[in-house]
């Protein structure tokens, strides 16, 4: 093999292991065990739910809508549902529909944003102020839904997605539960934060993809972006209760994330509770059933004190 041939294959390989360590770190993909969205709620559709779905255009951003609710007339509490990044609404189906058999409206959301002519997947599908309670909006449009009872629920990049609506609509979302969102994007980003040499130097890739995704022109505003992205940064807006879930063993999205950003709420003197689960990581209640069971419980719950769903009213 010639010199040129393997500096071109080394190149591959690097820029392969480099796209890996990224989507890894970033929790843009699972390690070795894939997310099983299924583990403990149901594939079909149960006896007393009704589901459907829909595609809405609103400004440059497509979202896909998956529905469920109870069968039947009537007002309904309402919970807006984002997935983990690299996951889309249809995973959250087994999600929704249980959430349905516990008397709410469900409807989890996904984003493609108009790039260059074409609707694409991106990191950062929120450009515009409007953009981020665009799905909410759709949601307190259905006539099913209760405008005075609704929540968000999210899953690591679905978590901030979650707060930050909350945090833009604090007159309209009267709950959230995160699970291990990472709150800080400026921190999270610095390769200064982590001892670890070999850390620092795929954090530094990381903000390089992040920053590529942003489509930012500039430092200052790369930065503004992230900020914006940030649930620290609007902690005085963000008004709901918020439960927050997370793996004590996560290092896609470190645990004092949240930690730091109930820190911050309690300091405002709003209603906030963490639960640390030990020696879990990163998309663990997709993958341990224990665990799953244990921290969905809690999020019933959670929604139960805050929305009061009309059948456990009985």
Request: charged share 20%; glycine share 6%.
């Amino acid at each position: 093999m010639s010199r040129m041939a393997r500096v071109r294959d080394f190149a591959v390989i690097n820029r392969a292991i480099v796209r890996t360590a990224i989507l890894l770190l970033a929790g843009l993909a699972s390690a070795c065990q894939g997310p099983n969205h299924y583990l403990i709620y149901p594939h079909r559709t149960p006896p007393g739910v009704v589901t459907w779905s829909e595609e809405a255009k609103e400004g440059r951003l497509l979202i896909h809508l998956e529905w469920a609710k109870p069968d039947g007339s009537g007002l309904f509490p309402a919970i807006l549902v984002h997935p983990e990044a690299g996951g889309t609404a249809s995973d959250m189906r087994g999600v929704i529909s249980n959430l349905a058999q516990h008397g709410y409206v469900a409807v989890a959301a996904d984003y493609r944003r108009l790039i260059d002519g074409k609707y694409r997947r991106t990191l950062f599908p929120w450009r515009q102020q409007s953009d981020v309670t665009a799905a909410l909006d759709i949601v307190q449009a259905n006539p099913s839904v209760d405008t005075s009872r609704i929540a968000t629920l999210g899953f690591s990049q679905g978590g901030v997605f979650s707060l930050l609506i909350a945090a833009h609509a604090p007159e309209r979302i009267k709950a959230v539960v995160a699970y291990y969102p990472v709150t800080d994007f400026e921190g999270w980003l610095n390769p200064a934060s982590y001892p670890n040499p070999m850390r620092r130097f795929v954090y530094r890739m990381i903000r390089r993809y992040f920053r590529k995704q942003s489509g930012a022109q500039s430092e200052g505003e790369f930065i503004a972006d992230l900020r914006r992205a940030s649930p620290i940064d609007q902690v005085r807006t963000l008004r709901a209760p918020v439960l927050l879930i997370h793996g004590a063993s996560d290092t896609s999205a470190p645990v004092s994330q949240s930690e730091q950003l109930a820190a911050a709420l309690r300091g405002l003197g709003r209603q906030v509770h963490v639960i640390i689960i030990p020696n879990a990581g990163h998309v663990f209640n997709f993958k341990n059933k224990q665990e799953a069971i244990v921290t969905w419980n809690a999020t019933l719950r959670w929604f139960d004190e805050y929305l009061k769903p009309l059948s456990r009213k009985r």
